[in-house]
């Protein structure tokens, strides 16, 4: 049986980030966005791009977009949806 889709969701106040990273990199969120969809947690495939974070954020994932601009997210496995809590530069 196939599964279901992730679905997205990206927090209010991180949503024109969001779009400005969609804007600078096209290629590289469509690609991250069909990542997210459908294999979130999968990180042996993303060459080093996305990784599960350790310590105090060892809840969240990140995709490293550029060598300046992350994207942190979080995963709800049980109803399959991921929430963007943090998009653009350094946190």
Known sequence: MRQLPYA???RNKMLERWHALEDEYPEKMQWFKDFLKW?????GITNGKVKKLRGDLKHLYQYDVSYKDRIRYLIDKENRKVEVVFAKGHP
């Open 39 to 43: 294999q979130p947690t999968n990180t």
């Open 8 to 10: 997205t969701d990206v």
